[in-house]
């Protein structure tokens, strides 16, 4: 069965959240949209790559309504010490969601059971709980903040927009398509 249109499983987890623990449950994620992101573990490689892009970008995603989450396996102390040991991480001003015990990652169906640790995986979850994006990366393969934020605008674009959808590499203001027999075989 796939994820996508499936409801976010309940949880709650501690977070690292601009100077501060704080409770995370899956009840933040509704009203809103919400972007998930899990990575393998702090103190790696590929991980600070993407938090960091992640947070160059997260401005343009709090101006389109939408807050982001990183999950990872690691507590909410290692956020903590990882936020205050490295440049790059200090720039986070979204949520670091720890998940020690692996709750949330199998909810998602990201563990690396017989590691403990995250796939890097990404879900764009509408306001009422709805995942509508999942994508899920090898551990070698980072992902890309900017593609991230054409797809969540994409699906914010067609969840307004009945009997509209998004082409390939669709950005705001351009031609949408109404799907119809008249378009079959013409495009």
């Known amino acids: ?31 809103k949209w919400s972007v998930v992101v899990f990575y393998p573990a702090d103190f790696t490689f590929v991980c600070p790559t993407e938090l960091g892009d992640l947070a160059d970008f997260y401005p343009k995603f709090q101006e389109i309504g939408v807050e982001v989450y990183s999950v990872s396996t690691d507590t909410h102390f290692t956020h903590k010490a990882w936020h205050d040991a490295s440049e790059t991480i200090k720039k986070i001003n979204y949520p670091m969601v720890a998940d020690p015990t692996g709750t949330i990652t199998r909810n998602f169906d990201v563990m690396i059971e017989e590691e403990g640790l995250a796939l890097r995986g990404t879900f764009v979850i509408n306001p009422e709980g709805e ?33 509209e959808v998004c082409p390939a590499k669709w950005t705001p203001g351009e031609k949408t398509l109404a799907p119809s027999l008249d378009l079959v075989g013409k495009i």
Not at 3 to 30: C, E, M, T, Y
Not at 154 to 160: E, I, K, L, R
């Open 1 to 31: 069965m796939s994820i996508i249109n499936s409801k976010v499983k309940p949880f709650n987890a501690q977070a690292f959240h601009q100077g501060k623990f704080v409770s995370v449950s899956d009840k933040d994620l509704i009203g």
């Open 131 to 163: 995942i509508k994006v999942a994508e899920i990366h090898d551990l070698g393969i980072g992902r890309s903040a900017s593609e991230l934020f054409r797809k969540v605008q994409a699906a914010q674009y067609v969840a307004n927009h009945d009997g």
